[in-house]
Every structure is written in structure tokens, then in C-alpha cells.
């Protein structure tokens, strides 16, 4: 003990506190609610017996219930749609806006750089700027269908059943295309511009140059890219809360959100427990997607 504290103040052991105080920090705020967050996944707890650490052991009563419920297969299917749909739509829109900014013009920094403003914003604003966009009575996006002629009357997208997962898809990936953007603009930037000239010479065109040289030159960075996405999409909260509230009648509800409505409207913090250890495993994969695609790309 003496050793140690004579190396912290002759400063031979400071790199062991820059170690140490940051895992502890991550240990208690993170690594401890993860813990007690997967202990309630198996006990019964409810209002009344929040508070204490004295509860009892369901086992995997709680997992087994969970998907005896009629909500959760639809719960479940809006969640894929919503992952599925947004991720899509904000990689090939972010694929296509990189791809625009690679070639060059006058101006492309300053646009592209524009386009983050979407990223930065806090979800809640996003979802109060497509609040009014979607807007049934008066929103921008009916006004623009209604006069291009694709609508002959109002869409209320928030409230129709049909609409409302689709509204707050549309809100994700304007939200997520310009983070998309950016890092696909950085590997695109990694290309050598000397494989393009060569295989120009050797009479390759515009498509083929795309398939041969881009796609596999870009492999590790779209992994990377699609396990982000997944992960950030997994855990998109701010959308649902202000533009459709999970409703109507769980039409867009998804599993996220489905935890934070039974922990804090329903007080069954058991089953809202459940639900974000099983959303857990999925970011977890994600993350092991996510690593390996950098590793690659690293020793490449």
C-alpha cells in the first residue's frame, strides 16, 4: 500500500488513476442499473415493492408471460419495421448524398456540412418540427401531396392507424441520414483515386467502376455503418414520446418504448425490465458487428 501511494505522488502512478476513477465512473452509473436492470428481469416487482432489494424469484416467469401477451407480436413486428425500414432509408440516402458530395462542385462542404444540422438537433425537436410537418389539418407534407396531386385529401399520419409507424420512420431517418452521410463520406475519402483512373482506362464505366471498386472497397465502413444504425435505431425513444405517444391502439408502439410505458405508466417494472434486457442482447450483437467491421478496417 505504501509502494502505491508513493508512486501516486512522485506521478510514476498517474496513468493508473486516468484508468481507474473513469472505470469506476462508468461502473457506477452504467455498470450497476445494467445489473439491478437484469435482476429485476427475474424477480416480481411492482410499485409496492420498488424500493426494496427483498423480492421474489419468478426464474423466466417474466420472459414467458411477455410473449403470452396479445400486444407483444404486434409490438414485436412494428419494432422490425421500424429497424428495418429506417436503417434502409437512412443508408441509401446517406449512400446517395455521399456519393453527390464525393464528385465535387462549388459549395459542397458548406452543404454537406449543413446537413448535420438534422444530427445535432435533440430528438425532441426533431419530433416537434415533424409534429408540424405531419400535421393533419395544416402540415407542410399534405400541402405538398395535395398539390402535387398523389392526395386527394388530408393524410392525419399521427393519428391514422395505417400512418402513424410510418410517420415517425420518416422523422428517424431525416434524423439519421446526415450521420449516415458522414461516415460514408469518410470511406469513400479512403479510396484511392488512382484504381478509379485505371479502371476508366481500361474502358470500365460508371456502374461497373461503382460494383468492382466502391461496394468492396467500402465493406468494413458499411458494416460499421448498418451496426451504428442498429444500434442508435434500438434505442430511438424521443421520436415516439412527441410525435405519436405508441398510439393509436399500439399501432406504433415498439419495444423501446413498450419498457418505458410499462416501468413508469403501468409500474410493472418487471416486465419493462424484460423487455430492455431482450433489446440489450440485440445492441450487444450490434456492438460485436460494430467492433469486428472496425477491426478490419483497421488492419486493412
Do not use: C
Not at 45 to 67: A, C, H, K, Q
Not at 289 to 298: G, K, M
Request: charged content about 10%.
Amino acid at each position: 500500500m505504501r509502494r502505491i501511494l508513493s508512486s501516486l505522488t512522485d506521478g510514476r502512478g498517474f496513468d493508473i488513476v486516468l484508468v481507474v476513477f473513469p472505470l469506476a465512473f462508468l461502473f457506477v452509473l452504467s455498470g450497476l442499473p445494467l445489473i439491478y436492470n437484469v435482476l429485476m428481469s427475474f424477480q416480481q416487482v411492482d410499485m409496492f415493492s420498488m424500493g426494496t432489494f427483498v423480492r421474489p424469484f419468478v426464474g423466466f416467469e417474466n420472459y414467458i408471460d411477455l410473449f403470452k401477451q396479445t400486444e407483444t407480436r404486434g409490438i414485436l413486428m412494428n419494432t422490425g419495421t421500424f429497424v428495418a425500414a429506417s436503417i434502409a432509408g437512412q443508408f441509401l440516402i446517406g449512400f446517395g448524398l455521399a456519393l453527390f458530395f464525393w464528385v465535387g462542385f462549388p459549395g459542397a462542404s458548406w452543404l454537406r456540412g449543413l446537413f448535420l444540422v438534422s444530427w445535432v438537433m435533440p430528438g425532441l425537436v426533431v419530433g416537434a418540427v415533424w409534429n408540424w410537418i405531419l400535421s393533419g389539418d395544416f402540415g407542410v407534407l399534405n400541402f405538398i401531396l395535395r398539390e402535387s396531386g398523389v392526395i386527394s385529401s388530408n393524410i392525419f399520419w399521427r393519428s391514422d392507424p395505417h400512418y402513424s409507424l410510418w410517420a415517425v420512420i420518416l422523422a428517424n431517418i431525416w434524423l439519421g441520414t446526415s450521420f449516415n452521410m458522414i461516415l460514408l463520406s469518410v470511406g469513400l475519402s479512403g479510396i484511392p483515386k488512382d484504381l478509379f483512373e485505371a479502371s476508366e482506362l481500361d474502358g470500365a464505366n460508371v456502374f461497373q467502376r461503382f460494383w468492382t471498386i466502391t461496394l468492396p472497397m467500402m465493406r468494413s465502413t458499411i458494416g460499421a455503418v448498418i451496426s451504428l444504425g442498429l444500434i442508435f435505431t434500438l434505442q430511438q425513444f424521443d421520436l415516439f414520446a412527441a410525435i405519436t405517444d405508441g398510439g393509436p391502439n399500439n399501432s406504433s408502439n415498439v419495444a423501446q418504448f413498450w419498457a418505458w410505458d410499462l416501468s413508469f405508466r403501468q409500474y410493472d417494472f418487471a416486465k419493462g425490465a424484460t423487455i430492455s434486457v431482450i433489446m440489450l442482447i440485440f445492441v450487444m450483437a450490434a456492438s460485436v458487428i460494430y467492433v469486428r467491421s472496425t477491426r478490419h478496417e483497421v488492419r486493412g
